[in-house]
T-cell receptor
Framework: KQEVTQIPAALSVPEGENLVLNCSFT??????LQWFRQDPGKGLTSLLL?????REQTSGRLNASLDKSSGRSTLYIAASQPGDSATYLC??????????FGKGTRLSVIA | ETGVTQSPTHLIKTRGQQVTLRCSSQ?????VSWYQQALGQGPQFIFQ???????GRGNFPPRFSGLQFPNYSSELNVNALELDDSALYLC????????????FGPGTRLLVL
């Protein structure tokens, strides 16, 4: 059974700092991994999707990496801004099964 | 092209009541998945519908049931509500079942008193 863990559970950083969010999963037989952003009480916004054959994906200040063999992914946020404050969720798609989510990392960027 | 929409946005019910939540899938998508997200937790898979038939179910009791209509919109019904059913309910649609990106709606916040 696939399990997804996200560390840390919460993170507070000053504006402008670069930061890394971590996601680990127990079964390396995945199809893709997706990072989402969730604002309080809101739905999920997809940030980046990495296929199992890829090593990383970039979008603006965000860079996500995937090491399938070790069961790890990281989300790197450069030059953080107060508007980046949200919960970031990692979800694994093992193909023909539902998405399995971590519990998320709650990020606060302090101005 | 419209995205995934859900209604209502918020709902308050009392224990023992029944509730119906609705989801309109993104244009061209024939698969809808429902997730429950309790406070401080990641979303948990409830079930998926593909072309009007259930296509997988998570670890939820039978009082959680669903429907998918010919236009691929979907309903989630919960009977005999319990306090622990209070959560954000998310709907996601995809082009078809299997290895396809899921697109999430804004969710319905359910509070059971």
């Amino acid at each position: 059974k696939q399990e997804v863990t996200q560390i840390p559970a919460a993170l507070s950083v000053p504006e402008g700092e670069n930061l890394v969010l971590n996601c680990s999963f127990t079964d390396s037989a995945i199809y893709n991994l997706q990072w989402f952003r969730q604002d309080p009480g809101k739905g999920l916004t997809s940030l980046l999707l990495i296929q199992s054959s890829q090593r990383e994906q970039t979008s603006g200040r965000l860079n996500a990496s995937l090491d399938k063999s070790s069961g790890r992914s990281t989300l790197y946020i450069a030059a953080s801004q107060p508007g980046d404050s949200a919960t970031y969720l990692c979800a694994v798609d093992s193909g023909n099964t539902p998405l399995v989510f971590g519990k998320g990392t709650r990020l606060s960027v302090i101005a | 092209e419209t995205g995934v929409t859900q209604s209502p946005t918020h709902l308050i019910k009392t224990r023992g009541q029944q509730v119906t939540l609705r989801c309109s899938s993104q244009s061209g998508h024939n698969t809808v998945s429902w997730y429950q997200q309790a406070l401080g937790q990641g979303p948990q898979f409830i079930f998926q519908y593909y072309r009007e038939e259930e296509n997988g179910r998570g670890n939820f009791p039978p009082r959680f049931s669903g429907l998918q209509f010919p236009n691929y919109s979907s309903e989630l019904n919960v009977n005999a509500l319990e306090l622990d059913d209070s959560a954000l309910y998310l709907c996601a649609s995809s082009l078809q079942a299997g290895r396809e990106t899921q697109y999430f709606g804004p969710g319905t916040r359910l509070l059971v008193l």
